[in-house]
């Protein structure tokens, strides 16, 4: 039992060729099957979403081929499957991602919840200061923002882009732009499920509903104001395209998204403490994601390979468990 770096345990089994002469073919059978390769989003020239099997971890984007191409079977089930698999594979990895923290980690979850515990001591005053500059222009301005970060806003420029790569999906920017839009859609969709949730789970009051800022309402309903959705899916699909574009994209997407993030303070529809925790889970939602699908050489899963174990003879095969 070997147990390499990078959470890979190897467990090797060998028998001698006179042993295993007579199980051969079940053996060989058994390693195809295990190692056939599926379809990933993450492909090794940096870009994201769906790759083709041909696009190997580490190599280059030679000899790949796009989604449109016709596979074994029905090309369409067989990429509504693949797409299928692969969402669910993300949410148990987006999900089981704090099991796997690590030092770093936890400093920066502390260091996010030190930062929402203090701004909800200066909610009040933040709040008061943002009220009281408001003008027309700059309410007009708010506004403006505040329906670009709508769900149905960010949601529509996810479908538009996943359509405008799929048009030019024989060019390598096309084909990546596709892919991309596709993991900011799933990080969309993460978002808004887990901020809903906390949402109901928390119950915080708006501050335009009058009440003290520490006034909670667990369960009883999902418009509340703890953490903010604007602020969450405007940092978590910034976060997927920041990471696959070079400057200045992820400049302006970051600046979007925080201007998104304060309109909702300027309208008295969240308090600051609000908008900083839907920013942070929305930016760990995304980069998370995006992470996942550039490295899936390391990601959770099993294989069976077989290999010679000397020079002596005999044969043998390894079971990969990758955690």
Request: proline share 6%; with cysteine.
């Amino acid at each position: 039992m070997i147990l390499s770096r990078g959470g890979s345990l190897r467990i090797p089994f060998i028998e001698r060729s006179q042993a295993v002469h007579g199980r051969m073919p079940a053996i060989l059978l058994t390693a195809a099957m295990a190692t056939w390769p599926c379809l990933s989003y993450g492909c090794d020239d940096g870009t994201i979403g769906p790759c083709a099997p041909g696009r190997s971890e580490g190599g280059s984007a030679i000899g790949t081929r796009s989604l449109d191409e016709p596979t074994p079977g029905n090309p369409i089930v067989d990429t509504v499957r693949s797409l299928g698999t692969q969402v669910v594979d993300d949410a148990t990895y987006l999900f089981t991602s704090p099991l796997r923290i690590d030092g770093k980690g936890a400093l920066i979850v502390g260091a996010i919840g030190a930062g929402i515990g203090g701004l909800m001591v200066a909610d009040k005053t933040i709040q008061r200061a943002f009220q009281e500059n408001r003008t027309e222009a700059t309410d007009e301005i708010a506004r403006t923002l505040e329906t670009i970060g709508f769900s149905r806003t960010v949601l529509g420029a996810n479908v538009a882009l996943i359509g405008a790569g799929w048009l030019f999906r024989q060019h390598e920017e096309g084909n990546k732009l596709m892919r991309t839009a596709l993991v900011g859609l799933e990080a969309q969709m993460f978002t808004e499920g887990l901020v809903g949730l906390t949402k109901f789970t928390v119950g915080r009051a708006r501050p335009g509903a009058g009440l003290d800022t520490q006034t909670f309402e667990p369960f009883e309903g999902f418009d509340k104001s703890f953490p903010s959705s604007h602020a969450a899916r405007s940092f978590a699909v910034a976060a997927v395209f920041a990471d696959a574009y070079p400057q200045p994209v992820p400049f302006l997407l970051y600046t979007g998204a925080a201007l998104i993030s304060l309109s909702r303070i300027h309208t008295n529809e969240h308090f600051s403490s609000d908008v900083f925790a839907g920013a942070a889970l929305g930016f760990v939602i995304g980069k998370v994601l995006s992470w996942r699908h550039q490295h899936p050489d390391i990601l959770p899963g099993w294989s069976i390979l077989p290999f010679v174990p000397d020079a002596r003879g005999g044969l043998g095969f390894t079971i990969d468990v990758r955690f």
